[in-house]
């Protein structure tokens, strides 16, 4: 880009990025991707115009949307819940 982007990095600098958030929505563009922070899709299976909106709350991961995906992984971690507690996934 020519260092174009260059003008954004202070802006940028103003924010964090949390690793684990506790919603995601995941709409896949023209450029797909197998997984996206806590999700992941099987190989090969990611399409232009899927689209996820998935959130935790305690011990329960709920998907609130999902268009195009026919399988979905929640790659689950002690850092978003307690997994020597039930985990619901609805």
């Known amino acids: 880009m020519n260092l174009e982007d260059a003008v954004a990095v202070d802006w940028m600098a103003k924010f964090t990025r949390n ?3 506790e919603k995601i929505v995941w709409k896949q563009s ?3 991707h197998d997984n996206f922070y806590w999700l992941a899709l099987p190989s090969g299976e ?3 115009g899927q689209l996820a909106i998935v959130f935790r709350n305690v011990q329960t991961v709920e998907i609130e949307k999902i ?3 026919h399988h979905l992984s929640v790659m689950l971690n ?3 819940l307690n ?3 039930p985990v619901v996934v609805a």
């Open 83 to 85: 997994l020597d507690k």
């Open 19 to 21: 690793p684990i958030p």
């Open 46 to 48: 990611a399409k232009g």
């Open 78 to 80: 002690d850092a978003m």
């Open 30 to 32: 023209n450029v797909t």
């Open 67 to 69: 268009e195009g995906i």
